[in-house]
Nanobody, 127 residues
Framework: QVQLVESGGGSVQAGDSLKLSCTASGPNFHNYGVGWFRQAPGKEREFVAGVSRDGGSVGYADSEEGRFISSRDNAKNIVILLMNDLKPEDTAVYFC????????????????????WGQGTQVTVSS
């Protein structure tokens, strides 16, 4: 079982960057794939990025491709989401989630598969 804590959210202007961190505690974090999700007011939670358990496979939602970069350091039990060129439509609560996986080079985009969630961190982007 892992516990996740997100940090790094805040209020920024359009075009700015933010770096979110997801810090994990618990054993064998290297066995867990990680997903980033976000939920804006009145909207459903949506996939943002996914990182395989070894960090070798990373994917993004179409709207984030080229702007967001995610990576992980299993030695430090941390996953990073670097968000560049932020837009007002990026405003949401951002969550990281983890799922135990048997294989590398794989991550899930469906939040229903994730069992462990952080509390979320608010990102607000003003125009």
């Amino acid at each position: 079982q892992v516990q996740l804590v997100e940090s790094g959210g805040g209020s920024v202007q359009a075009g700015d960057s933010l770096k979110l961190s997801c810090t994990a505690s618990g054993p064998n974090f290297h066995n867990y794939g990680v997903g980033w999700f976000r939920q804006a007011p009145g909207k459903e939670r949506e996939f943002v990025a996914g990182v395989s358990r070894d960090g070798g496979s990373v994917g993004y939602a179409d709207s984030e491709e080229g702007r967001f970069i995610s990576s992980r350091d299993n030695a430090k039990n941390i996953v990073i989401l670097l968000m560049n060129d932020l837009k007002p439509e990026d405003t949401a609560v951002y969550f990281c989630a983890a799922e135990y996986l048997l294989n590398d080079n794989f991550y899930r985009m469906d939040d229903r598969f994730y069992h462990y969630w952080g509390q979320g961190t608010q990102v607000t982007v003003s125009s």
